[in-house]
């Protein structure tokens, strides 16, 4: 898979499998071999300057669900399914797929058993989620050095669903992004037609519009840091436990739960070999048109 410019060339995605198809999986190298995504590459790129590693998991403008398998030993990016069925987002005019790259934070955990107390609603089980809002399309399982700007407090099913709003440092328009105020002088409109494609993102597959906390208004830069920093505690209290619910197989010294290059070996030899993609779903071009 290509890596376009600002991606971390210490990291390769690997494919195995079919994409589209539920035995899809990307795996991460890093310069010692496979990784976790999730566990083992560092939160910060640049910690005295914020700066944050991201893990993309949906390139803009697509539509296959794809997200980190955290229940599996290195965490290989794979197809979201519901019910043994591939998920796509629909596209909710007048947007195409995703309208940003869409990712994670690696070494973070929102935790489902902490009530976030801004919220009032617990955490969603994932790493938090990261939109990436820059000029270039970033390839599926690239790993972007971004500056976080502000998130979002998305209330999905009644979970806390953080979406950090963030841009590629090595973004043309990087420089004049520093906080969620300088979007919209740079990027007009783009956070008000985020809200709406979070809000409204679920109703043509017969789900409720989704809520935010805070009204639907962004939080600030330091607001998200500091998210961000409780996020990265839930994550280390996760690898300490003896028997997580989710897989925490890490090269991490502090895990609990150690890699070894059989555990890589099996992990990989479990997925069947890189082969030609399935089809895309027929209506996945569909607009679909909802109430405001
Ligand atoms: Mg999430």
Redesign the pocket.
Known sequence: MSTGAGDSPAYQAIERGSLYSLDYRVFIKGPQGIVSPWHDIPLFADKDKSIYNMIVEIPRWTNAKMEMATKEPFSPIKQDEKKGVARFVHNIFPHKGYIWNYGALPQTW?DPNHVVPDTGAKG?N?P??VIEIGSKVAGRGAVLQVKVLGTLALIDEGET?WKLVAINVNDENADQLNDISDVEKVYPGLLTATVEWFRNYKIPAGKPANEFAFNGDYKNRDYANKVIGETNEFWKALMKEASPALNTISHVPEAVHQATDEAVTAAVESTPEHGASAALPGDVDKWHFVQG
């Open positions: 929102e969603d994932d938090i989620d669903d």
